[in-house]
């Protein structure tokens, strides 16, 4: 690929990029490496994402043909946990929407004379969840300046942003610098799927559904190229767009999966699997939805009849925890563990994902590893993948039984399934595909406004 000296690209990193701990940081750090060979990339990080001198120096050795910023730079003498005064007023916030939604949960469980799940009010739980939800927080002066100032001095001309978060940038940004926004969950598709699943069908949830949308696409109308992640979201968001979607540049480009997640597999690693494994924080509404849903629906009968438990990965609360520790099908909550595929091997991965947007990274990283993946449809958008082919498909109690049952009868199907899926990882999500794939997108939106100068 032929290097191009007239693209300056801005990338404005979302999550935590350096020390690399997660799979996020893992793909912006390959995405921001790959173009720094191709053409000039400036990398901002994000307000979270503060380092001391020695680990941004450590950051730069490792992209040295990046120019890499901060908007903050802790000094020796100053504790790792030291933010800055917007950032400890956005960890304020969202402690304040946390403690909310937590009230809520009191509230509703204390008018339940049989303290039943909260979920038995579920729009209640919605109404509560959302009406206190601010996803566009401020950023800082200082960070604001510090983009015009990368802008200015690195003739920037074209920026990606990712993540909600980072979408009011757009109303700041100059009008000749072209702007991509990467949409990894659109806000309001996952409103309105949690309506779906709960059947929320009230005024007042059409409201909310309806504000953030708005909020949503007036955001989106400022930016030149849309990325997302799965065709219902790209088809959803060029229709509310209307006339102005014109102008915009769209494409369904998924984020990679690193080479490293992909695991050898031989048919002598196939054994009949011995758990059920779920990924993912009850901070995140949908993966808690999943869980519950999945505890209260399959999860006993599962165990009596077919003997398998379900074990889950990710932060839960002691409440949760506590709710289920003496349930029938006699479920784990790890917690946190540093070595996923560890926990994974010799399982069945499943997301009965009902709620959410954007890709399911748990999907794809088992389907990496090799490891057999039951999902529902919602769950398997954006992801190229067919039924008994390289994945199943569950869209309820039986389905979701009846696909557990025939991945222990037959092994030898098992392990081509899962051969077929680490295939289809190397063909459509392989970093160097979807890279190339996002350079040509780049490009193109670039051309357009040289052509517009002529």
Not at 257 to 286: A, C, M, N, S
Not at 316 to 321: G, L, Q, Y
Request: hydrophobic content about 40%; glycine content about 4%.
């Amino acid at each position: 690929m032929t290097v191009s000296n007239d693209m300056n690209i801005l990338f404005i990193a979302f999550d935590k990029i350096y020390p690399i701990e997660t799979g996020a940081g893992v793909a912006q750090f390959g995405m921001v490496e790959f173009f720094s060979h191709i053409c000039n990339v400036s990398l901002l990080l994000s307000e979270e994402n503060i380092l001391t001198e020695v680990e941004l120096a450590e950051l730069r050795a490792l992209l040295p043909k990046t120019k890499v910023y901060s908007s903050k730079i802790l000094k020796p003498d100053e504790p790792k946990s030291a933010f800055s005064n917007s950032f400890q007023n956005l960890l304020a916030f969202y402690r304040i929407l946390k403690a909310k939604i937590k009230s809520a949960c009191r509230t509703l469980v204390s008018r339940s004379s049989e303290h039943k799940d909260l979920e038995e009010n579920p729009e209640t739980f919605f109404n509560e969840m959302y009406s206190s939800w601010n996803p566009y927080q401020l950023h800082s002066q200082e960070y604001i300046e510090t983009i015009y100032e990368i802008i200015d001095k690195d003739l920037i001309n074209i920026i990606q942003l990712d993540f909600i978060r980072n979408l009011n940038l757009t109303v700041v940004l100059p009008s000749t610098i072209k702007k991509v926004f990467v949409e990894h969950e659109c806000i309001f598709y996952r409103i309105k799927s949690h309506m779906s699943a709960k059947h929320i069908t009230s005024g007042f949830a059409n409201y909310i559904l309806e504000f953030y949308k708005k909020v949503e696409i007036s955001l989106l109308e400022q930016v030149d190229g849309v990325i997302t992640f799965n065709d219902s979201e790209n088809a959803l968001l060029k229709d509310a767009l209307g006339q102005q979607n014109h102008s915009i540049k769209f494409i369904n480009s998924p984020f990679p999966v690193p080479k490293q997640e992909i695991k050898e597999l031989t048919k002598q690693d196939v054994v009949r699997p011995e758990k059920l494994f779920f990924v993912g924080g009850e901070e995140h509404y949908p993966n808690k939805d999943a869980v519950e849903w999945f505890l209260e629906e399959v999860a006993e009968e599962v165990f009596q009849k077919l003997g398998l438990s379900l074990h889950v990965v990710g932060k839960w609360s002691a409440e949760t925890v506590a709710k289920y520790q003496d349930h029938s099908s006699k479920v784990k909550f790890l917690g946190f563990v540093d070595d996923i595929y560890k926990v994974s091997r010799n399982s069945i991965g499943i997301a009965p994902i009902r709620i959410g947007g954007g890709l399911k990274s748990k999907v794809l990283l088992s389907m990496a590893q090799g490891i057999p993946v039951i999902c529902t449809s919602f769950a398997l958008e954006g992801i190229n993948a067919n039924n008994l082919e390289s994945i199943m498909i569950a869209n309820n109690k039986d389905e979701f039984f009846g696909a557990i049952e025939y991945l222990l009868s037959d092994l030898e199907h098992t392990f081509n399934m899962c051969k077929h899926a680490q295939d289809l990882i190397k063909k459509y999500y392989s970093p160097s595909v979807i890279y190339e794939q996002r350079y040509k997108f780049y490009r193109s939106i670039l051309e357009d406004k040289a052509n517009v100068e002529r």
